[in-house]
């Protein structure tokens, strides 16, 4: 099975992490999994908490969190 991992910095993108996080969780790839990780590189906005937001709101299949 193919594995897929999208890395994705979060560093002062409270307008577009939301939708960035949500347009990865909507993929859909039987053919493989797929891991993201989210590297926090200490913004001065309310990235990470609209981060932690969407994960707790997130009730799909989750690994490591």
Same mark, same amino acid.
């Given at each position: 099975?193919?594995?897929?991992?999208?890395?994705?910095?979060?560093?002062?993108?409270?307008?577009?992490?939301?939708?960035?996080?949500?347009?990865?969780?909507?993929? =859909?790839?039987?053919?493989?999994?797929?891991?993201?990780?989210?590297? =926090?590189?200490?913004?001065? =906005?309310?990235?990470?908490?609209?981060?932690?937001?969407?994960?707790?709101?997130?009730?799909?299949?989750?690994? =490591?969190?």
């Amino acid at each position: 099975m193919l594995s897929i991992s999208i890395i994705i910095p979060i560093y002062n993108v409270e307008a577009y992490v939301r939708h960035c996080l949500e347009s990865v969780m909507a993929q =859909d790839c039987a053919e493989a999994t797929i891991e993201c990780i989210l590297v =926090d590189d200490f913004g001065q =906005d309310d990235s990470m908490s609209i981060v932690h937001t969407v994960l707790t709101d997130y009730h799909g299949s989750i690994g =490591d969190y």
